[in-house]
């Protein structure tokens, strides 16, 4: 299964962007879907993450501005990003984990918020 993200962009901060990650196989199979991201110099973190069973998990500097969905009929996850930060600014990658197995990365999307 390849993970393929899209919808990054340059915005202004207070703005909104919608990421998607399109699996070429079904989204089903995985345990764990997620989106992580790295800025300039920093590791990567955890953004978002959504696990079977729909519960979600989001780190403290995005809560209440970002949302993750997923659209099972398109093997499609969703990261709905508003409010945006300067902060925000980074490669955003799609992750997903089957238990037992590596881990499924995408290729990243550029998210630049200006000030």
């Known amino acids: 299964v390849q993970l393929q993200a899209s919808g990054g962009g340059l915005v202004q901060a207070g703005g909104s962007l919608r990421l998607s990650c399109a699996a070429s196989g079904s989204i089903f199979s995985f345990n764990r879907m997620g989106w992580y991201r790295q800025a300039p110099g920093k590791q990567r973190e955890m953004v978002a993450i959504?696990?079977?069973?729909?519960?979600?998990d989001y780190a403290d500097s995005v809560k209440g501005r970002f949302t993750i969905s997923r659209d099972d009929a398109k093997n499609t996850v969703y990261l709905q990003m508003n409010s945006l930060k300067p902060e925000d600014t980074a490669v955003y990658y799609c992750?997903?984990?089957?238990?037992?197995?590596?881990?499924?990365w995408g290729q990243g999307t550029q998210v630049t918020v200006s000030s």
């Open positions: 992750n997903g984990l089957k238990f037992g197995n590596p881990e499924y």
């Open positions: 959504m696990f079977a069973g729909d519960y979600t």
